[in-house]
T-cell receptor, first 115, second 117 residues
């Protein structure tokens, strides 16, 4: 196990609602990245947080937002949910400044279904 | 822009045999990293192996090795002595390693490996 935890594990929402997903990073890590994985596809980068600030964003609209807290845990918020937001949401933690490799270690994910 | 291509949607291998999963990449960056992850049906992405673009030796981690051919822009994963527990989706990914670069992973579409007894 990586030590990265996510909650909840599963979630069902209806179109138009808002959702908050949570991630606790591995001990010693200072960076959190969020990915969306639609069924049958590879993960797509949403954004990354480092030192409590957004540090890079993928091709996702502003209704996808996030936070990083002083203990390096993070939240992903999605407003105005759409059917296409149904996916597995993966959180990954890494240690920036710990060498070139900076491997991202993933949590178990949150499966979101939007009806 | 970075791009990863995995051309094998599915692969079968007999238990105890070796298997090679293909990955080609495209980037204009000189400093980059290549990763392989395993994703069982449970959904968690498990890190397997890393190769830096300046690493002269091919990376190895236990039964996993990475066949890195920089001129051909390929980074194939070799799994030796396959086990039933190796059945999963495998993703190749790359990341810009420059200090000022975005530290996001770009993933391929994956290869589903099935190990047969």
């Amino acid at each position: 196990e990586t030590g990265v935890t996510q909650s909840p594990t599963h979630l069902i929402k209806t179109r138009g609602q808002q959702v908050t997903l949570r991630c606790s990073s591995q001990s010693g890590h200072n960076t959190v990245s969020w990915y969306q994985q639609a069924l049958g596809q590879g993960p797509q980068f949403i954004f990354q947080y480092y030192r409590e600030e957004e540090n890079g964003r993928g091709n996702f609209p502003p209704r996808f937002s996030g936070l990083q807290f002083p203990n390096y845990s993070s939240e992903l918020n999605v407003n105005a949910l759409e059917l296409d937001d149904s996916a597995l949401y993966l959180c990954a933690s890494s240690r920036r400044g710990g060498g070139l490799q900076e491997t991202q270690y993933f949590g178990p994910g949150t499966r979101l279904l939007v009806l | 822009a970075q791009k990863i291509t995995q051309t094998q949607p599915g692969m079968f291998v007999q238990e105890k045999e070796a298997v090679t999963l293909d990955c080609t990449y495209d980037t204009s960056d000189q400093s980059y990293g290549l990763f392989w992850y395993k994703q069982p049906s449970s959904g968690e992405m498990i890190f397997l192996i890393y190769q830096g673009s300046y690493d002269e030796q091919n990376a190895t981690e236990g039964r996993y090795s990475l066949n890195f051919q920089k001129a051909r822009k390929s980074a194939n994963l070799v799994i030796s002595a396959s086990q039933l527990g190796d059945s999963a989706m495998y993703f190749c990914a790359m990341r810009d390693n420059r200090d000022t670069g975005r530290r996001a992973l770009t993933f391929g579409s994956g290869t589903r490996l099935q190990v047969q007894p």
